[in-house]
């Protein structure tokens, strides 16, 4: 059977992949932000994961206003990088794993989470800037890779306590696939954050370490937060944090924390990275 | 219609249905110039490319003018804005400094320090 055997949550900021494509990882300003992420490197070489369920949000690359999918699973065969304005990163196509996905989105919509299904897909910097910071930059991803986009721009975004029960709907449907597979889900976004109006610029380093603890220790809590929290506290956009707790659903109810990083700023958000294990058995 | 309680956030807006509605065509000139065909012909003229799309005149001269907040208050939703921001070559700080009305290097000095404080931006009422 196949078995989530670890969550990781990490912020996806686009400018993290311009600094890196660009060669600039080294920089002062980057360089904290990449080391941040080094031990992950060495802890998922060893896991080697055969499958990632990479929950992200879509920025207005293969969704518009035209159709808002809350939730949509990727069941391509492939997704290749998009061009969000500045042209495609470079980096390589994204492998999905059919089987699986499609096994998830018929388990998801008969436990009654009612995805949109998405044959067509590319993917934008909220899925690749996650792979290459745990990654880095390799000649293919190590692993396939199940993208699952929520809409957290059109306001209103799944609440926490939906995307924490989808947490748990999605183990139920990784449970229920036969085959041997070692699964990571990595939830991404955030943290606090706000890119718009005069209160461009917010961060929120108590709530995001708040958020972070809560994450290893009372998830519960945290899946009652109301969604006006999230943009009073963290920024009218750290509400993509919601979909760190579809992560979190998909994990055992006590975890251990192997690993946590956060740094403010890369470009308007705070960097937050949380490595959180299921102890097994 | 906007949440009464989400109106007390300062300098922020919320873009829910009332948003969107008002913004669509503004949003959708917007994601036009994620193909790089349109941005070339959007840059060679911005006037005619703009004829494409029902804006109203406001939302018109707030593209031409990049006038980042009035677009915003027009219905622009920032990812959108962002591919505006894009084409001119400019990142999406660009964008948050210009509505935050800071030069971008006063915005990038603002984040390098810890960014905008949230104590007394919380609500409206102080």
Known sequence: MARISAGVGTSHVPAIGVALDLGKSEEPYWQPIFAGYEPTKVWIAREKPDVIILVYNDHASSFSLEIIPTFAIGCAAEFASADEGWGPRAVPAVVGHQELAWHMAQSLILDEFDMTIVNKMDVDHGLTVPLSLIFGQVESWPCRVIPLAVNVIQYPPPTGHRCYNLGKAIRRAIESFEEELNVLILGTGGLSHQLQGTRAGLINPDWDKAFLDGLTRDPDGLARIPPIDYVREAGSEGIEMVMWLIMRGALDAKVDELYRFYHVPASSTAVGHIVLANRGG | ?126
Request: with cysteine.
């Open chain 2, 1 to 126: 219609m906007t949440e009464s309680p989400f109106r007390d956030i300062p300098g922020t807006t919320l873009f829910d249905g009332r948003m969107s509605r008002l913004g669509y065509h503004l949003n959708m000139f917007c994601m036009s110039l994620i193909k790089a065909e349109n941005r070339t012909m959007f840059k060679a003229d911005e006037s005619r490319y703009l004829d494409r799309f029902s804006l109203t005149a406001d939302q018109r001269r707030a593209v031409l003018e990049r006038r980042w907040n009035n677009m915003l208050d027009l219905g622009g939703n920032v990812y959108y804005l962002a591919k505006l921001a894009a084409a001119d070559g400019l990142p999406v700080a660009h964008l948050s400094a210009g509505m935050a009305g800071l030069s971008p290097e006063d915005y990038a000095h603002m984040m390098v320090g810890g960014g905008r404080r949230i104590d007394g931006n919380r609500s409206k009422r102080g």
